[in-house]
């Protein structure tokens, strides 16, 4: 409605799974089966990768971003609802290391990370300008609300996303996290929903 390159593959699984909560978020480590591959392109894309995989992690990656920014919003306001705030927390924890992970993926793929940014658009649950100054100029419960309403949109659009990856996808850890991420923001949706009936 928003692990740079790590030092072992057993160390990115961990840490990603460690930050795995409520949130979107999940991920298979660096070493598993289709992440060895050699230099690649855009347009010739690596070894057990395709143009869908590429398309996933570039748009995901610009999503998350907005989904922080999002919650950074929200969190530097007042007399707003704690499960919201708490919400908010754990989206951050979440999103910014699979941020890391899908930018080392893309290195290691040797895309361009500027790759598929041409289909994101606000169908993809992206928030506009005039969305987020919204967002930003609320106060109160009606911070909470907002910041509930969007971020069920904008996490709607990322299980589109994602779900596009799963289906079409060919890299076995992206298609992974792409999973991950459908059932993990289809869980926090319904936690939302529940919050914003109670508000």
């Known amino acids: ?29 660096n070493g598993m089966p ?40 929200v969190l530097t306001k007042e007399d707003v609802d ?4 708490s919400l908010a927390e754990d989206i951050k924890a979440a999103q910014q290391p699979e941020i890391d992970l899908l930018e080392g993926w893309l290195e290691e793929w040797g895309a361009d990370s500027g790759t598929g940014m041409d289909g994101m658009d606000h169908g993809d649950g992206m ?16 911070a909470s609300r907002l910041f509930l309403e969007q971020m069920i949109e904008h996490h709607n659009g990322a299980i589109t996303m994602a779900q596009d990856q799963v289906d079409d996808g060919q ?16 869980a926090e949706i319904e936690t939302m929903e529940d ?3 109670s508000l």
């Not at 990115?12 to 480590?29: F, Y």
């Not at 855009?42 to 919650?71: C, G, K, L, V, Y």
């Not at 704690?82 to 705030?85: S, W």
């Not at 928030?127 to 009606?142: I, K």
């Open 82 to 85: 704690p499960r919201v705030t």
């Open 195 to 197: 919050i914003l009936a």
């Open 34 to 73: 289709g992440m060895e591959h050699g230099n690649g392109s855009s347009s010739a894309p690596a070894t057990n990768t395709n143009e869908a995989d590429i398309m996933f992690a570039t748009m995901m990656i610009e999503h998350h971003r907005q989904a922080i920014e999002m919650s950074d919003a």
């Open 1 to 29: 409605m928003k692990i740079r390159t790590l030092a072992t593959p057993a160390i990115a699984l961990t840490a990603v799974l460690a930050l795995a909560g409520c949130s979107d978020t999940g991920a298979t480590g």
């Open 127 to 142: 928030m506009t300008e005039e969305d987020m100054q919204d967002l930003e100029a609320a106060t109160g419960p009606d």
């Open 171 to 186: 890299n076995p850890d992206a298609v992974a996290l792409a999973q991950k991420i459908v059932d993990d923001q289809s």
